[in-house]
C-alpha cells in the first residue's frame, strides 16, 4: 500500500519553494549552508531560513509567486548556528544525527509513480493516489471524470468535485515523506536544506545504492562524523550532488521526491 502526491499538493507547494530557495542559495555560494522551512495556505507563506548567504527578499518573493501564486509573504532570515557551521570549516563532515534507510522500489511504488505522473499530465492541479493491490484511490482536483487507467478497480473522488490547492489546505516542508521516499522513511526529510545536511546526502545515497545492488540499506551517522559505513562524507556529498543536479536541482527534487 502505498500514497502519492502530485507538485501541485499544498505539502509539495511548500517542498518545491523549500528547494528552489536552495538552488537560490548554491547560486550565491558553491557550497551554502541553508536550512528552510515553509507553512503556506490561505493567502499567506510563512518561510524561516537558517544560513550562511545572504538571501534577496525580493527574489525570495518572486520564487513564492512563481511556484504558489499571489500570496502575502512573511520571511524570516537568520544566520546558521556558529557551533554547526564550525562543524563544517575543515572538511565536509555529517550536518546532524540521524538513521537512514534505501530500498530497492517495488512494483507499487513503480506503478504510483506512474500513475501519478499520467494523471498530473491531464489535470495539472492538486491530487493523491493511494494503491492497494489493484485498488486504486484517485483524489483529483478540478476533475470530473476518472481518468482512464485499465486494470485498475478505481475509486474516483469519494467526496466529490473538489478545488484543492493552497486555499483550501494549508502545507507544509516533508510532511509527505512517503511519497517522497516509498518504505524507505526514517527521520529526516529531503527538502529545504543544503548537501551537508545528511537528511540529504546520506538519504539520496542509501536510495541509490539500493537501486544498485538489489538489497536494502542502512546508514546511520553523528553530527561531524567524517564518514558513513566506512564511505568519506565528502564522497557521499559529491554522489548526492551528481543525482540532483541530474534530476535538475532541489524544487525539481521536491516535485515528486525520490521516486
Known amino acids: 500500500m502505498i500514497e502519492k502526491v502530485n507538485p501541485q499538493h499544498p505539502d509539495k507547494i511548500a517542498d518545491r519553494i523549500a528547494g528552489a530557495l536552495v538552488d537560490y542559495a548554491y547560486k550565491l555560494d558553491s557550497n551554502p549552508k541553508i536550512a528552510v522551512e515553509v507553512l503556506i495556505g490561505h493567502g499567506k507563506c510563512h518561510i524561516i531560513a537558517e544560513t550562511n548567504v545572504k538571501l534577496d527578499n525580493q527574489h525570495v518573493e518572486e520564487i513564492v509567486r512563481r511556484i504558489s501564486g499571489n500570496v502575502e509573504l512573511d520571511l524570516v532570515v537568520v544566520e546558521q548556528d556558529e557551533h554547526l557551521a564550525n562543524n563544517q570549516e575543515e572538511q565536509l563532515k555529517c550536518g546532524d544525527n540521524g538513521i537512514f534507510k534505501g530500498l530497492p522500489l517495488n512494483e507499487e511504488e513503480l506503478q504510483i ?125 559529491d554522489i548526492a550532488r551528481e543525482y540532483i543536479e541530474r534530476v535538475g536541482g532541489f524544487e525539481k527534487l521536491a516535485e515528486w521526491g525520490l521516486f
Open 113 to 237: 509513480s506512474q500513475i501519478a505522473r499520467k494523471i498530473y499530465s491531464e489535470a495539472q492541479s492538486d491530487g493523491k493516489y493511494v494503491l492497494n493491490g489493484n485498488e486504486l484511490i484517485v483524489c483529483q482536483s478540478n476533475m470530473k471524470s476518472a481518468p482512464e487507467l485499465d486494470g485498475f478497480d478505481v475509486t474516483f473522488n469519494p467526496l466529490g468535485f473538489w478545488t484543492g490547492g493552497t486555499d483550501v489546505d494549508t502545507g507544509a516542508t516533508n510532511r509527505k515523506l512517503g511519497s517522497d521516499m516509498g518504505r524507505a522513511v526514517t527521520g529526516g526529510g529531503l527538502h529545504g536544506k543544503d548537501l551537508s545536511k545528511a537528511d540529504v546526502s546520506v538519504n539520496i545515497y542509501a536510495f541509490l545504492e539500493a537501486q544498485r545492488t538489489g538489497e536494502p540499506q542502512e546508514f546511520f551517522c553523528a553530527i561531524g562524523d567524517g564518514t558513513v559505513n566506512g564511505v568519506p562524507y565528502a564522497k557521499i556529498v
